[in-house]
């Protein structure tokens, strides 16, 4: 996993990261429900999201309906860059294509990127070139577009992200993340660095150990001292006592 720190949301002492969240207008309310369900998922990693009228909200989602298979398009604004938008502005959009596996990665895909995390496949420790002439022809007969294709390809097939990045948080390369796409054999070349055969990986439905310890380690359930000072010192005695100096409360 990749987390870029810089755009992380911020955090309290002692509790988990509050980010609100809302629906646009018109988003389906049985889907808003498997959004929320699918979303809670993030919350093993000291996050709550609160849900709420969108115009109040940090993220805020529209949910679109697909009838084929190039107006599948889902999208987010990364972390805190939420906030430059105005509110009446969606900062996610996902798309609903009958298929409620394919919109649960979506979700948890999306989510993902609302937290600060990128592309699994910008790892410095992705094991393969890019094919692009293959890819940007595969996106032309999906897209019906090769403006489209070279779009989508500038977008999401983005440059491997430098080890010593600063500020910014990697784990080793998994294919089990949910921030991995499906990739076909056909997409990949072979990386000398890393000498492995190009093979196809399958779409991710649900978050990785991987993904939930990077994501913990990003966003700290942080220690609070909130007990009296009678108490706190006391505490603080009892510290000084085991380690052989005398301390009265």
């Known amino acids: 996993m990749i987390i870029d720190l810089e755009k992380r949301w911020p955090q309290q002492p002692g509790e988990p990261t509050v980010i609100s969240v809302g629906f646009m207008p018109g988003a389906p309310r049985h889907l808003q429900e498997l959004v929320i369900e699918a979303a809670k998922e993030w919350e093993k990693c000291n996050i709550r999201f609160e849900w709420g009228p969108p115009e109040k909200s940090d993220i805020r989602i529209a949910i679109t309906i697909a009838f084929n298979k190039s107006e599948e398009s889902s999208w987010t604004v990364v972390g805190t860059e939420a906030k430059r938008l105005s509110s009446d502005t969606p900062t996610m959009e996902l798309t609903w294509a009958n298929n409620e596996n394919a919109f649960r990665h979506s979700i948890l895909h999306e989510f993902g990127h609302v937290l600060g995390a990128e592309h699994e496949h910008c790892s410095p420790y992705f094991p393969y070139h890019w094919n692009r002439a293959v890819i940007e022809s595969a996106f032309e007969r999906q897209l019906g577009s090769r403006e489209k294709a070279i779009d989508m390809l500038r977008r999401n097939m983005k440059r ?34 890393f000498k492995k055969e190009p093979r196809h990986f399958l779409e991710n439905h649900d978050l990785s150990a991987l993904d939930i310890r990077t994501m913990k380690e990003a966003y700290p359930r942080q220690l609070s001292f909130t007990s009296s ?11 000084l006592i085991i380690i052989g100096i005398k301390y009265k409360a």
């Open 229 to 239: 000072p009678k108490v706190s010192l006391a505490v603080l005695g009892t510290l």
């Open 160 to 193: 491997r992200i430098p080890p010593n990045q600063p500020n910014v948080l990697i784990s080793r390369f998994d294919e089990k993340s949910i921030m991995m796409y499906v990739l076909h054999k056909e997409w990949l070349r072979w990386h000398n660095d």
